[in-house]
Each structure stands twice: as C-alpha cells, then as structure tokens.
C-alpha cells in the first residue's frame, strides 16, 4: 500500500465532461488525512475510509479547505488553498487527500508527505505551496 501524490485521472475527464466548481464556497473542497496504510494516487476515483487517520480532534472525512482560488500563471491553471490545521489534535498522517464533497465526494488528487508526520495535543497544519505554475498543489497545463 501506497499513497502517490498526483492528480487524480478520473478529476481530469470530470473537469471536461461535468465540471467542478473550485471557486471559494461554490463546491465544498474537503481536505481528508491517511495514513501508510492507505492507497491514494492517480488511481483514486473518490474519498475513502480506508486506511483514514484517526485521533483526537481530527474527524473522518477531513475538514473544508478555504480560499480556492482558481487563477492563471502564464498558461498554466493553478489553485491554491489556505493552509489547513487541526487544532490540539493528536494524529499522524502519511498523506491526504483533496475531494469534492459537494460532487459525490470525487476526488481531486492526493499529496504523499514524504513520510509520516505527527502532532500530539497540538496543531497538525497542512501547508500549501505558492500559487505558481511551477508550484501549485494543483497545476493544469
């Protein structure tokens, strides 16, 4: 078992053939925690329980991600999220994964951390990287 970061293949088609809608609040773009246990990568059509973090103050299903904010970095399409935290939580997590709650809970993409990471009774933040076409956790060209 593995978690692969990459944008989902089925994302992909569904942005061309039924759309999802990434501006701030139109869709519900949900953030959902893994652990090693767990397989997530372009193969991934939708959010899962399996393998799925536990802990305190981290619930299943993740929480919402803010500020998506769909733009264009020369010709690449980029989007970038508010950093997410868990506040006082104790939870490790291998990697996570981004859906769509408003749309069949879709998914979007996974991001592998590079290995485990791990709060205990403190803050587990997910930080996103600039919205750059050489960047962006979610990059179209």
């Known amino acids: 078992m593995a978690i692969t970061s990459a944008i989902c293949n089925s994302f992909k088609q569904e942005v061309l053939v039924e759309g999802h809608n990434l501006t701030n609040g139109a869709d519900t773009i949900k953030l959902a925690l893994y652990t090693s246990s767990a397989t997530l990568g372009a193969g991934s059509t939708v959010y899962v329980t399996t393998g799925q973090s536990s802990g305190t103050n981290y619930t299943a299903g993740g929480s919402n991600l803010t500020n998506v904010t769909p733009a264009l970095d020369g010709t690449v399409c980029v989007v970038d999220f508010s950093d997410l935290t868990f506040s006082d939580a104790t939870v490790t997590a291998r990697g996570c994964l981004?859906?769509?709650?408003?749309?069949?809970?879709?998914?979007?993409?996974?991001?592998?951390?590079?290995?485990?990471?791990?709060?205990?009774?403190?803050?587990?933040?997910?930080?996103f990287p600039s919205a750059s076409s050489s960047a962006a956790i979610i990059r179209l060209a």
Do not use: P, R
């Not at 859906?99 to 587990?124: E, H, L, P, V």
């Open 98 to 127: 981004l859906y769509n709650s408003t749309n069949s809970n879709k998914a979007i993409c996974a991001i592998d951390f590079g290995g485990d990471k791990t709060s205990t009774a403190g803050d587990f933040t997910v930080v």
